[in-house]
């Protein structure tokens, strides 16, 4: 069942909008003396089709029709008093907060594209940190550096390095273990790396390897060449993530200053 100050918050958000950014042009349909403008209608019919459906005669009909709903149900909300309730105003507001923030969001990207050159370096500069080799790794992980000597001796005495993870704190893989799985070097901290690719097949760390989590003992089980992925299978994410890095920037740089109080 639909939550009623939900939709309330839905028509009213289309009020505000309507009455703002898109008020401008004529009427598209009226509704009970309400005009219903046309750049409305035109958001609607670029939505749909934007998913794929053909700019047809029946497109616009069911778009119209569409709106008329929405107006005669925004009409019965205001007459419910809803567009009076903070807590309903406060869901519009913060819907039409989101919904421009975004427009202004995609119009900032559209402005600042990112280029193939940028995204290539940061490829290579990935490429370049994962290195070219993967490795199956087990590790145990405790909270004091006696612990871990003590674990160690148990392994030279010819305890097994699965059942002596069980005292692992690392919940990810106490239960497996301790596997890591397979993974680059790059993909741990630089005090855990340099000791893994530092170790022989079977072998283990023979001091504690210490990090900021704790206190770890490596074991090496197998390593394989690392194949990365090609550039163009990437780039969606790496844009993404570029995307991302620019659009907080930006966001640093209108904080930084920003008066708050």
């Known amino acids: 069942m639909h939550n009623p100050s939900k939709l309330a918050a839905a028509l009213l958000i289309g009020t505000m909008l309507s009455a703002s950014a898109l008020a401008a042009g004529n009427a598209f349909v009226t509704v009970n003396g309400v005009a219903v403008s046309q750049t409305m209608a035109n958001v609607f019919i670029a939505e749909q089709k934007a ?5 047809t005669p029946e497109l616009k009909n069911a778009v119209r029709e569409e709106l008329i709903r929405r107006e005669l149900l925004l009409q019965e909300a205001k007459k419910a008093g809803l567009d009076k309730k903070p807590d309903v105003a406060a869901q519009a507001e913060a819907a039409r907060q989101a919904f421009f923030v975004r427009a202004y969001v995609q119009e900032y990207v559209k402005k600042n594209p990112i280029g193939d050159a940028e995204l290539k370096a940061q490829y290579e ?19 004091d550096e006696a612990d871990a000597k003590a674990i160690i001796d148990n392994l030279k005495k010819g305890a097994k390095f699965e059942e002596l993870a069980k005292q692992s704190i690392d919940p990810g893989s106490k239960d497996n273990g301790g596997s890591l799985d397979w993974a680059s070097a790059g993909n741990f901290v630089k005090p855990f790396s340099d000791a893994l690719t530092g170790l022989t097949k079977g072998k283990y760390t023979e001091t504690p390897v210490k990090t900021d ?3 770890h003992i490596i074991m090496l089980e197998d390593t394989r060449p690392l194949t990365v ?5 990437i780039k969606p994410r790496l844009l993404q993530q570029a995307q991302g890095q620019q659009i907080n920037k930006m966001v640093d740089a209108l904080r930084a200053k920003a008066k708050v109080e």
């Open 213 to 215: 989590f704790g206190y």
């Open 51 to 55: 998913q794929g459906a053909p700019d």
């Open 125 to 143: 500069t990935i490429k370049a940190q994962l290195g070219n080799t993967e490795y199956k790794a087990r590790h145990i992980l405790v909270k």
């Open 229 to 233: 992925p090609a550039f163009e299978e």
